[in-house]
């Protein structure tokens, strides 16, 4: 029910009642499915198994199917009978991409973030010289930092860059890392060892976990933002003093940092 006051944008037309018009069409949402199970089906498929994937009968589907071809949404091949999307279909997949900037759809779930969990957030984008961050929003706790936005974070450091170690092919990331060790003035021979743990890590926890690798006294949660494509993922990190990092919190901000970058990805329409 909508609060004391309020009104829809979109008025109901008269004699009809807000319940009634915001019920949608059926039709469309039914024809949305088909097109659900093509996307899913990650291939040219048959009536019968967009019929199975969209549980519906196979002369169900096939009407929706002859209605969607018409509208160029699907089309079936010539030669296969085979389904696949249309070239509607795809232009309106590659206008959304173009519209799309990831950095400012993620960016809105940021402060619900900070505000669920108390600490710190920022956001960051791969860049020439490694992970860039692009946004920084302070928690409810004093951190021994004043983070800048454009700052370059380290790869072996950071639980930024330690994402990105384990989520970034090896020839995008080795020539970065090898250059900040340089400037370091460090030299580790068993550096691809050390990178092979921290991904294998990663991988298994779905996080990277610091404490005192950037800043002392500073322990940091990050986590990737996959993207549609073959757009480089973001990554989004949580900064708490160590003193408050006990294993109940940093679990409790992890299992927050896991969901809400779980709801950014699906954002950016990552499968």
Do not use: C
Not at 65 to 84: E, I
Not at 207 to 216: C, D, K, Q
């Amino acid at each position: 029910m909508a609060p004391a006051g309020a009104q829809d944008d979109d008025p109901a037309p008269q004699g009809t009642t807000a319940a009634a018009a915001r019920q949608g069409i059926q039709s469309v949402e039914i024809a949305m499915t088909v097109l659900t199970a093509l996307e899913r089906g990650g291939g040219p498929m048959s009536l019968t198994q967009i019929a199975q994937a969209s549980d519906m009968g196979a002369s169900k589907a096939h009407r929706y199917l002859v209605s969607l071809g018409r509208a160029g949404m699907v089309a079936q091949s010539p030669s296969s009978g085979l389904y696949d999307m249309g070239p509607a279909l795809r232009r309106l997949g590659a206008e959304s991409l173009r519209r799309m900037d990831e950095v400012g759809l993620v960016s809105q779930y940021i402060p619900g973030l900070r505000d669920r969990t108390g600490h710190a957030v920022n956001l960051a984008v791969w860049g020439d010289h490694g992970p860039v961050i692009v946004r920084w929003d302070y928690g409810a706790y004093a951190l021994p930092i004043t983070v800048r936005v454009g700052a370059t974070m380290p790869m072996l450091g950071s639980s930024v860059g330690r994402v990105y170690l384990a989520h970034l092919p090896r020839a995008l990331t080795e020539p970065v890392l090898r250059a900040q060790e340089a400037a370091a003035g460090s030299r580790d021979d068993d550096l691809g060892r050390e990178v092979d743990r921290i991904t294998e890590e990663v991988h298994r926890l779905g996080y990277a976990l610091t404490s005192g690798g950037v800043i002392p006294g500073i322990a940091s949660v990050a986590a990737p933002v996959f993207t549609t494509g073959d757009s480089l993922p973001l990554v989004v990190a949580l900064a708490l003093p160590e003193r408050a990092a006990g294993d109940e919190v940093l679990r409790d901000v992890a299992a927050a940092l896991l969901e809400t970058t779980a709801a950014m990805s699906a954002e950016l329409g990552a499968a």
